[in-house]
């Protein structure tokens, strides 16, 4: 004879702060990818721009039998502009983004008030484009239009494609691109301090390029890229800036 057995009923899932259940089992919720160090990547960036510049304008001094000591200062002075020039780019960069944002927000703080109606058309148009139809895209644009604050976050994101920009990026960016670039800057030059004038531009070659290929490696991964494809692009553009300072140094010597 067999007992009819009830299956065990979970218990409900506790709601969350948002009044959503908790996740479900799956892959983790912040996935450990390279691209998702943003610090990282400026890094990465800003050291494959540093090692370009100083190497080319070392290797046409050394093509044309210049002095190890004029070498080394040109070399040193290429890497410090190429610093200040990266670091003052990029924080002004940063600060016309933040710039932009906040002009775009205040006009769509001024157009919910002027045109409800037309932004609330807009926000429907936006998520009928991801399949909400009928009344559940009706209830939705109501709940996203009742909370003012929401609204131009919903606008700004999903219409303007704008994200808020963090305050402390511009001063952040500049000195991590300014200080990997001058740190990167020192590697090509290095080698004319310590070796001799005949092997200083083989070894300067030696450590820029693989310095390049392992950047341009780390660069690629860091965009979902093939890692190799970096390499050589890494490669053939500092190859490309080296041959043009060279023929152009021949050329005025």
């Known amino acids: 004879m067999q007992i009819a057995t009830t299956p065990v009923q979970e218990p409900p899932s506790e709601p969350t702060r948002d009044g959503l259940p908790p996740m479900p089992p799956g892959p983790p919720h912040e996935e450990r990818h390279f691209a998702a160090l943003s610090p990282m990547r400026e890094v990465v960036a800003g050291a494959a721009q540093g090692l370009v510049l100083p190497f080319a304008v070392t290797a046409a001094l050394a093509g044309l039998g210049t002095a190890p000591v004029p070498t080394i200062l040109a070399g040193l002075a290429a890497a410090a502009g190429g610093a200040v020039a990266a670091g003052l780019g990029s924080a002004m960069a940063a600060r016309d983004a933040a710039a932009r944002y906040q002009l775009e927000r205040a006009r769509e703080e001024e157009e919910s008030h002027l045109y409800p109606d037309r932004e609330r058309w807009e926000v429907a148009?936006?998520?009928?484009?991801?399949?909400?139809?009928?009344?559940?895209?009706?209830?939705?644009?109501?709940?996203?239009?009742?909370?003012?604050?929401?609204?131009?976050?919903?606008?700004?994101?999903?219409?303007?494609?704008?994200?808020?920009?963090?305050?402390?990026?511009?001063?952040?960016?500049?000195?991590?691109?300014?200080?990997?670039?001058?740190?990167?800057?020192?590697?090509?030059?290095?080698?004319?301090?310590?070796?001799?004038?005949?092997?200083?531009?083989?070894?300067?070659?030696?450590?820029?390029?693989?310095?390049l290929a392992a950047l341009g490696g780390l660069r690629a991964r860091s965009e979902d890229l093939p890692p190799l494809r970096g390499a050589l692009q890494a490669l053939a553009i500092g190859g490309l800036a080296a041959v043009a300072a060279w023929l152009l140094a021949a050329t005025l010597g």
């Open 125 to 211: 148009a936006i998520l009928h484009r991801y399949g909400v139809r009928g009344q559940v895209l009706r209830q939705a644009v109501e709940a996203i239009a009742s909370d003012r604050r929401r609204w131009v976050d919903f606008m700004m994101r999903f219409e303007l494609d704008l994200s808020e920009p963090d305050p402390g990026r511009a001063a952040r960016s500049a000195t991590i691109l300014g200080g990997a670039q001058v740190l990167a800057g020192l590697l090509p030059v290095l080698p004319y301090m310590v070796a001799g004038p005949g092997a200083a531009l083989g070894w300067s070659a030696a450590a820029t390029f693989a310095a």
